[in-house]
């Protein structure tokens, strides 16, 4: 079983929707939980990191629940410029090590 | 401006070749990871390096080796290249502890016939 599992999608959405992605992690000593955008050919960038109070930003809004070892990430009045895959990342519980999941690839459409 | 920076940005072998990608960070980051990313996937983690002098094994460590040649270099070594290598390689650097964000370099494409 891999460490961090997302639904791969693809979400195909139209401009001004919103759209939830849901995220799962194994390991229940993980510490840190990030959300990653990566576009076409390039390389991941930080969304947000996600606290366990939940956390907005924007027309972004993190969610934490350890209980359940699960992450969301939804976006409201979504934008042409939101297509992306989306990486949920987990920061383990060794020293440093960072694992992602496959991603959640999202299309808006006009 | 560098943060991370890699090199090469692409590059074709031919399979038993071997070859070195180089990784630099400037940022007087802790800890340095290689990942891999194949189509339509999400990044796997190869190698990562916690501090400068330590090393360990990620997700996907086999026909791997890395050095950690100090603090601010990381580099990853294919000995014998595999058609099963072809990826593109992406190098990582954080702080290190706490809820810190990994800056990227902007990835090798690699391909091994």
């Given at each position: 079983r ?8 693809p979400f ?10 849901n995220c ?10 990030f ?20 956390n ?17 990430l939804?976006?409201?009045d979504?934008?042409l410029?939101?297509s992306?895959?989306?990486l949920?990342?987990v920061?383990?519980?060794s020293a440093?090590k960072i ?12 | 401006?560098a ?14 070749q071997?070859?070195t990608?180089?990784?630099?960070q400037?940022m007087?980051?802790n800890s340095?990871y ?7 996937m ?5 190698y990562y390096?916690?501090s ?11 026909g ?5 040649l100090n ?11 595999a058609?099963?290598q072809?990826?593109?390689y992406?190098c990582?650097?954080?702080?290190g ?6 800056f990227?370099?902007?990835?090798t ?5």
């Amino acid at each position: 079983r891999k460490e961090v599992e997302q639904d791969p999608g693809p979400f195909n959405v139209p401009e001004g929707a919103t759209v939830a992605f849901n995220c799962t992690y194994s390991n229940s000593a993980s510490q840190s939980f990030f959300w990653y955008r990566q576009d076409c050919r390039k390389e991941p960038k930080l969304l947000m990191s996600v606290y366990s109070s939940g956390n907005e930003d924007g027309r972004f809004t993190a969610q934490l629940n350890r209980a359940s070892q699960y992450i969301s990430l939804l976006i409201r009045d979504s934008k042409l410029s939101d297509s992306a895959t989306y990486l949920c990342v987990v920061k383990g519980s060794s020293a440093s090590k960072i694992i992602f999941g496959s991603g959640t690839r999202l299309s808006i459409r006009p | 401006n560098a943060g991370v920076t890699q090199t090469p940005k692409f590059q074709v072998l031919k399979t038993g070749q071997s070859m070195t990608l180089q990784c630099a960070q400037d940022m007087n980051h802790n800890s340095m990871y290689w990942y891999r990313q194949d189509p339509g996937m999400g990044l796997r983690l190869i190698y990562y390096s916690a501090s400068e002098g330590t090393t360990d094994k990620g997700e996907v460590p086999n026909g791997y080796n890395v050095s950690r040649l100090n603090k601010r270099e990381f580099s990853l070594r294919l000995e014998s290249a595999a058609p099963s290598q072809t990826s593109v390689y992406f190098c990582a650097s954080t702080v290190g502890s706490g809820n810190t964000e990994a800056f990227f370099g902007q990835g090798t494409r690699l391909t091994v016939v």
